[in-house]
């Protein structure tokens, strides 16, 4: 059924519906489900009203549609390991007619519902978790050693970053990479001190590095070690 310069669409009447509702999913396009009540003849005119959000949401699966399925990409994965707080989470995908993903966390449990056959949909869906999971545990735990040390930072962002693990501004704010909780706890209690002793040595000096061996002896060790720490990292963290 079509109408001029409106998308096409099938119609749906359900005995359950109590109003009508409008789908719209990659694999069957857009559907308005109808109560009995309901003339058909009406939805010309009630799909005129959400033309707008209608061409909206199309264009979004037109340029998912150029990306290769599941299958022929990156696997998604079932099994989360961050290190860092010492924690395990399994992952279960079920597809349904819902063109956007929802995460649920059960416990150690993650459930990922709708759109799950794209790749690009599932990586967003779990970075936003990451980034979730990292504003939880991060902050916090920079806290408690800034406090050991007794240096005092201004204030905590966690984002998302390619090529850091962290960095800290003139402005004594501390940017935390949510990739950090991939990694074993040592390394970050080390990018913490690292990142901490540059509010007093703001480069990489003699007396920077002079501050950050009596926090941690082994800092050197520590620093070769966390520039080859990028294969703790799974590929549906990296930002592309």
Request: glycine share 2%; with cysteine.
């Amino acid at each position: 059924m079509m109408s001029s310069d409106l998308p096409a669409y099938r119609v749906r009447v359900s005995s359950r519906a109590r109003h009508v509702r409008i789908q719209v999913s990659a694999e069957e396009g857009v559907i308005v489900v109808l109560p009995q009540t309901v003339d058909p003849a009406s939805v010309p005119a009630l799909l005129w009203k959400k033309k707008a959000w209608l061409d909206r949401t199309l264009s979004q699966f037109e340029g998912l549609q150029h990306q290769p399925p599941l299958a022929t990409q990156e696997t998604s994965p079932t099994l989360i390991c961050l290190r860092a707080i010492n924690q395990q989470f399994y992952i279960t995908y079920h597809k349904d007619a819902n063109p956007s993903l929802h995460i649920h966390t059960l416990g150690n449990r993650l459930l990922l519902r709708g759109h799950v056959t794209h790749y690009f949909l599932v990586k967003q869906t779990l970075q936003r978790w990451l980034t979730e999971q990292a504003h939880l545990h991060l902050p916090p735990w920079l806290e408690t050693v800034s406090k050991e040390i007794s240096l005092k930072h201004f204030k905590t962002i966690i984002r998302g970053q390619r090529t850091r693990w962290a960095s800290c501004s003139q402005r004594q704010t501390i940017s935390l990479n949510h990739k950090l909780l991939f990694l074993p706890p040592h390394l970050v209690r080390y990018v913490f001190l690292h990142e901490l002793v540059h509010l007093v040595h703001f480069n990489h000096s003699p007396r920077f590095w002079t501050l950050l061996t009596h926090f941690e002896s082994n800092c050197r060790s520590l620093d070769q070690e966390l520039r080859r720490a990028g294969h703790y990292v799974p590929a549906w963290a990296e930002r592309r």
